[in-house]
């Protein structure tokens, strides 16, 4: 019934679409297709104090569970913890640390939240079922940390070339190479900053009006002004 949705990814819409075929048929289909157009969310400008640390922190910032792939991240951090026990594991908003020896799980305001966010040495995404936005991502990539994504195209789409994009089966070693390498790890936080800039949502939100533009330029015009639509004006004006 809608003349546009937007949505958080075109790995979303593609998502939908491919569960709609099973339930209704090409025509709806089609028209979902039509209807749907992905609107990437602007990135937040992070108030925050800037912090350095000794210890090299690997954040998961997202909720800790199975449909953020939380129990495979904590099964190769346990590999990665047999062969060094030099990181830290930050997962904010974990309820507990499991017992494991590398998590932690300090809470704070967003200022806050922000300010321990810039002292990561690199952030991870894993592979997600919903195909959606990962607003944890940005958060970190608007800080200077550089991100670990599982290779998805809803990765693929919000990140670009400023991420770095693993197989499970190199993703030790590419966190490895990350706490090893503090020049590899700059170029990837600059190249995370530089796609912060392109988000903001200064930029972001030029889609979103297009997309209400075009979809008010099809709608049919007013013969007359009906005495709703003059309400309408006049709740406007008096407000």
């Known amino acids: 019934?809608?003349?546009?949705?937007?949505?958080?990814?075109?790995?979303?819409?593609?998502?939908?679409?491919?569960?709609?075929?099973?339930?209704?048929?090409?025509?709806?289909?089609?028209?979902?297709?039509?209807?749907?157009?992905?609107?990437?969310?602007?990135?937040?400008?992070?108030?925050?104090?800037?912090?350095?640390?000794?210890?090299?922190?690997?954040?998961?910032?997202?909720?800790?569970?199975?449909?953020?792939n939380y129990p495979w991240f904590l099964k190769q951090m346990d590999k990665l913890w047999e062969q060094r026990q030099d990181f830290e594991v930050w997962v904010p908003l974990a309820d507990s640390t499991e017992d494991k020896e590398y998590l932690t799980n300090d809470k704070y305001d967003r200022e806050g939240y922000f300010s321990k966010l810039s002292?990561?040495?690199?952030?991870?995404?894993?592979?997600?079922?919903?195909?959606?936005?990962?607003?944890?991502?940005?958060?970190?990539?608007?800080?200077?940390?550089?991100?670990?994504?599982?290779?998805?195209?809803?990765?693929?789409?919000?990140?670009?070339?400023?991420?770095?994009?693993?197989?499970?089966?190199?993703?030790?070693?590419?966190?490895?190479?990350?706490?090893?390498?503090?020049?590899f790890r700059n170029i990837w936080s600059k190249k995370a900053l530089h796609r912060f800039e392109q988000g903001k949502w200064e930029n972001a939100i030029i889609p979103f009006n297009k997309m209400i533009d075009d979809t008010i330029s099809n709608l049919p015009m007013l013969k007359n002004d009906t005495d709703t639509y003059k309400k309408v004006l006049d709740f406007i004006h008096t407000k």
């Open 119 to 183: 002292s990561c040495y690199v952030g991870v995404c894993a592979k997600q079922k919903y195909s959606g936005w990962a607003v944890s991502a940005t958060d970190g990539m608007s800080v200077g940390v550089p991100y670990l994504f599982s290779d998805d195209d809803y990765y693929h789409e919000l990140a670009g070339d400023s991420g770095v994009y693993y197989k499970d089966i190199d993703f030790v070693d590419l966190v490895d190479e990350f706490l090893d390498d503090d020049e």
């Open 1 to 68: 019934a809608m003349d546009k949705c937007g949505i958080n990814t075109q790995g979303q819409k593609n998502l939908i679409l491919k569960n709609a075929k099973t339930h209704f048929n090409d025509n709806v289909v089609n028209r979902l297709d039509e209807i749907l157009e992905p609107q990437y969310l602007g990135w937040e400008i992070p108030q925050y104090n800037k912090q350095t640390t000794d210890k090299k922190i690997i954040v998961f910032n997202h909720r800790p569970h199975t449909y953020k």
